[in-house]
């Protein structure tokens, strides 16, 4: 599969910078860039950074560029494509693509190089994703699984997961297809072993998804608590600036506020909350309905109490968590701290001198439990469209396998496992029948 039309965009980020860089890509690509460098590009080795001046079609110097010229299918897109790493202004950049289009290129649209790179089978689907992942990555451990995937882990899984079931296919069907073969019909519990061992392999995939969403998006962190208690000063502590708004008056934050920090190796998207409290009304009403809206969705709830109060003055009734994880915080250690939290195991910290904020790091790695030592050698973490697909697969194998199991026709337990391969193929953006036959063929050597 090839497209016919050549895609320009600016593949660096927007802004001035010393250096931008101009992608091309698709069958003209080289012949544009040479109707706007004076032919500089055909004459370029390919792969070689190559000195050029692109021109306008009055033959002005708009910049003094490197060209650099990918033949064939030897580029990240696999079909012709050139880079011009120009100056870095925003006119600059403008007036270059603004030739380039005027050259017969077109502006591509979001993800297309990737896309393209997808169809002419340089990268599959969880490749492509990956990609972005990459780009996108917040913390080392979501960068390491962004970097396996690029490599193919997610791939390489459901592509031996997509073997196994094949060989199970292509059992079954020789069987209903040739039956004067003698073919063993190993339906018994040996096959619905085999459909075990592909669930348990795809439960392995699907318990990723977790530490997927987290890696993608972050812990979902809400600080919450009495107005006053320091849930902003808090929140300023972590970014280490002075974000939210920090008054003694009680009642200042009024909306949610997000940002995410990283803490060892996890990203958190922290959401600073406006104080609950019963006798509030109007805008700070609505600020607390957000407040529990956003309780609801956590991951981890940051309970801040104000130490310095007797602990019934800074008693919150927790809203409803959902499945979140509690930590409560005792802030204002820095003051005379109330005798009576003695026994409260909440972690003592001053978000004013930032004394006991290391044990408060620790007290929420322990509460995530998502350190380094649970992520193993290869950091695989699934999105959400390969939990869909792994669930679609998982449902059709437990079909097949209770089909089997009451001896119903052979004919729909083998209909139920294509469906499993077919989910499965989705993962990677490949849905292949040939694949099915050629087992048989290889397997069975049927019309020998
Ligand atoms: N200048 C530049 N830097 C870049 C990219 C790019 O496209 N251009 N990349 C884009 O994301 C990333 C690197 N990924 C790339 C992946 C494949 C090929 C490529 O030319 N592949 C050919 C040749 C393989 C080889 O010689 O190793 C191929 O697959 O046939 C280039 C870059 C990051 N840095
Ligand atoms: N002594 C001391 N004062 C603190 C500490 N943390 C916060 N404060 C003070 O407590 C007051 C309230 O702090 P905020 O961070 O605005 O409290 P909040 O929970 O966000 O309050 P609302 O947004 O009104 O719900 C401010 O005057 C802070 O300077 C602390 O650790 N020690
Ligand atoms: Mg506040």
Redesign the pocket.
């Known amino acids: 599969m090839s497209a016919s039309d050549t895609i320009v965009a600016l593949a660096s980020g927007g802004g001035t910078s010393a250096v931008a860089l101009i992608r091309l890509s698709g069958p003209q690509a080289e012949s544009i860039s040479d109707q706007a460098s004076s032919g500089a590009a055909s004459s370029a080795q390919e792969r070689r950074a190559t000195r050029a001046k692109i021109r306008d079609a009055a033959g002005r110097v708009i910049d003094d560029v490197l060209l650099t010229v990918f033949r064939g299918t030897r580029s990240f897109t696999g079909e012709p494509a050139v880079e011009i790493a120009c100056h870095g202004g925003r006119l600059i950049v403008r007036r270059i693509i603004e030739r380039l289009l005027e050259c017969g290129a077109r502006s591509a649209g979001p993800g297309e190089f990737t896309e393209r790179a997808f169809l002419n089978g340089k990268l599959d689907l969880t490749q492509a994703e990956a990609v972005m992942d990459l780009i996108s990555a917040s913390s080392d451990l979501a960068l390491r699984a962004a970097h396996e995937q690029l490599e193919g882990g997610i791939g390489r899984r459901t592509a031996a997961l997509r073997e196994d079931l094949i060989g199970l296919v292509a059992h079954l069907e020789a069987w209903i297809d040739f039956p004067e073969e003698d073919i063993d019909p190993d339906t018994g519990d040996l096959f619905r072993g085999r459909i075990s061992a592909a669930q348990e392999g795809i439960a392995a995939l699907l318990s990723t998804a977790e530490q997927g969403r987290v890696l993608r998006e972050g812990v979902r962190t809400v600080i919450c608590?009495r107005?006053?208690?320091?849930?902003?000063?808090?929140l300023n502590l972590f970014l280490g600036c002075e974000r939210?708004?920090?008054?003694?008056?009680?009642?200042?934050?009024r909306d949610t506020i997000e940002e995410m920090v990283v803490l060892d190796g996890i990203p958190l998207r922290l959401v600073?909350t406006?104080?609950l409290r019963d006798e509030a009304g109007g805008v700070e009403r609505e600020g607390m309905r957000r407040t529990l809206m956003e309780a609801e969705r956590a991951d981890l709830v940051l309970v801040?109490r104000d130490a310095s109060l007797p602990p019934a003055e800074s008693e919150i009734e927790l809203p409803a968590t959902g499945k979140a994880r509690i930590v409560t915080v005792l802030?204002?250690?820095?003051?005379n701290v109330d005798p009576a939290w003695g026994g409260n195991n909440g972690v003592k910290?001053?978000?004013?001198?930032g004394e006991g904020f290391p044990d408060l790091r620790h007290a929420i790695g322990e509460a995530l439990d998502l350190g380094e030592a649970d992520w193993g050698e290869h950091a695989v973490a699934i999105n959400t469209r390969h939990r869909d697909c792994l669930r679609r697969a998982d449902a059709s194998l437990a079909a097949a396998d209770a089909l089997l199991t009451t001896a119903q026709p052979p004919e729909l337990a083998a209909l139920e496992l294509r469906e499993a391969l077919e989910a499965l193929g989705e993962i990677a953006g490949k849905v292949d029948a040939e694949e099915v036959l050629g087992a048989i063929f290889s397997s069975f050597c049927i019309g020998k």
């Open positions: 608590g107005p006053n208690a320091g849930k902003s000063s808090l939210a708004i920090v008054s003694d008056e009680a009642g200042t934050t600073d406006a104080g801040v802030n204002k250690a820095d003051l910290i001053s978000c004013t001198s």
